[in-house]
Structures are given as C-alpha cells and as structure tokens.
C-alpha cells in the first residue's frame, strides 16, 4: 500500500515538473477526446509509436497512472531511464510474447492501474500503425478490460532544422472511443481486435 502511494507521488511530480513543461511549452502538446478516457476503472492504452518520449508524453496528457512497456534498452537512456521508470514503466525484453511480460501486465490490471501498449512494438518511421501485434487484445481478453485507442501525432517528427535552427512539431494527441474486449482468444477473434485497434488508430492520426 505504501508503495503504491509513493510511486502514485513520484508519476504526479514527474508528470508536472519534467513531462508537463516539455509537453506544453516546448511542443505545445493538445490533448483531443478527453472524453473517451475512463475515469473509474483501469484500461489498456493502445497507441501508435513514433518517438522514445511518447510514454511520458502520453502518460502526462491522459490524466492517468498509465505503466507503459518499454524496452529494456530505454531504462539505461540518462533521464529518460528515470522518467519512463518513474511512470511506472517495466523492461520487456522479448516483447508482448514474453510469459513474464504478460504476467506484470495482468497483475497492474488487476490491481486498477491501466497500461499502455504501442500495438506495432517498436517506433515507425512514418508514425503509423503498421505492423500491429496481437498482444493488447490478448490482454484485453484475458483480464475483461477496455482497449482505448490512442493517436500521438506527428511524434515520429518532433524536432526539424533549418539553417541549424531546430524547430519543434505541435504535437496532438487523440484519444478514440473505448474499445470491448474479444469475446474469446482464438487467433481470429485476436486478429479481428487487432486490426480494428490499426484502422481506428490510424484515423485518428489522419
């Protein structure tokens, strides 16, 4: 108990202190759809992933305790280790299939905390859902819990330069209506979730 209320201190002070000026002030972060966000019950964030700061990023704009999977290789980034690990993040080190992955995640459900899950795995160049996982919807059915799907647009292309001068994209952030769970875990009824989870992302995005 009391450590879930100190990791509950430490996202808060992070999230107004680190996330919150880089969001604001420096991306001129917008947050569309607050709305669709449960506010009661946990959930499972599925977005599309373009960028390493899109966890703090994400976690910040919707408001809630949201543990993301990270690669293990994120936690040794100077800064970015601290932040994502104060967040709430935990390394996977074989991605979703990973037996010990799958067991965190459903333990952080079950105790009301949401997570979040880039559904292509790994960062895309053209910041799209491209090659989505069926992990999220396994997830979703195992625990009876809420996908919700979320857009970060333009992450994959935060800062540009010209003449040497960096310039930094708005970045938006949309969030979709609350997704079912898949009524049962058979590869077809995954695939369906997953592919509703790509279409509905990549609306988002535009």
Same mark, same amino acid.
């Given at each position: 108990?009391?450590?879930? %209320?100190?990791?509950?201190? /430490? *996202?808060?002070?992070v999230?107004? #202190?680190?996330?919150?000026? %880089? *969001?604001?002030?420096?991306?001129k972060?917008?947050?569309?759809?607050? &709305?669709?966000?449960?506010q009661?019950?946990?959930?499972?964030?599925?977005?599309?992933?373009?960028?390493?700061? !899109?966890?703090?990023?994400?976690?910040?704009?919707?408001?809630?305790?949201i543990?993301?999977?990270?690669?293990?290789e994120? #936690?040794? /980034?100077?800064f970015?280790? #601290?932040?994502i690990? $104060?967040?709430?993040a *935990?390394?996977?080190k074989?991605?979703? =299939? !990973?037996?010990?992955?799958?067991?965190?995640?459903?333990?952080?459900?079950?105790? @009301?905390n949401?997570?979040? /899950? #880039?559904i !292509?795995?790994?960062?895309?160049?053209?910041?799209?859902v491209?090659?989505?996982?069926?992990? =999220? $919807?396994?997830?979703?059915?195992?625990?009876q819990?809420?996908?919700?799907?979320?857009?970060?647009v !333009?992450?994959?292309?935060?800062?540009?330069?010209?003449f040497?001068?960096?310039?930094f994209s708005?970045?938006? %952030?949309k969030?979709?209506?609350? /997704?079912?769970p898949?009524?049962s875990?058979?590869r077809? &009824?995954l @695939?369906? =979730?997953?592919?509703?989870l790509q279409?509905?992302?990549n609306k988002l %995005?535009g």
């Amino acid at each position: 108990m009391k450590n879930d %209320i100190f990791q509950k201190l /430490i *996202y808060q002070f992070v999230s107004k #202190f680190f996330v919150f000026p %880089i *969001y604001k002030f420096v991306f001129k972060g917008h947050l569309i759809g607050r &709305e669709n966000i449960p506010q009661k019950d946990s959930f499972i964030m599925v977005s599309n992933h373009g960028s390493l700061l !899109d966890p703090p990023l994400l976690g910040h704009a919707l408001g809630r305790n949201i543990s993301f999977m990270a690669k293990a290789e994120l #936690f040794k /980034i100077p800064f970015l280790g #601290f932040v994502i690990k $104060a967040c709430g993040a *935990y390394p996977v080190k074989r991605g979703i =299939a !990973d037996k010990n992955t799958i067991k965190i995640a459903c333990e952080k459900l079950s105790d @009301n905390n949401c997570i979040g /899950i #880039f559904i !292509d795995g790994t960062r895309q160049k053209n910041g799209r859902v491209n090659k989505p996982k069926q992990g =999220a $919807a396994l997830l979703a059915f195992k625990n009876q819990k809420l996908l919700l799907p979320v857009a970060i647009v !333009d992450s994959h292309r935060l800062i540009k330069f010209k003449f040497g001068i960096p310039i930094f994209s708005k970045i938006f %952030i949309k969030v979709g209506q609350p /997704i079912q769970p898949p009524q049962s875990s058979t590869r077809d &009824e995954l @695939n369906s =979730a997953t592919m509703h989870l790509q279409d509905c992302i990549n609306k988002l %995005i535009g």
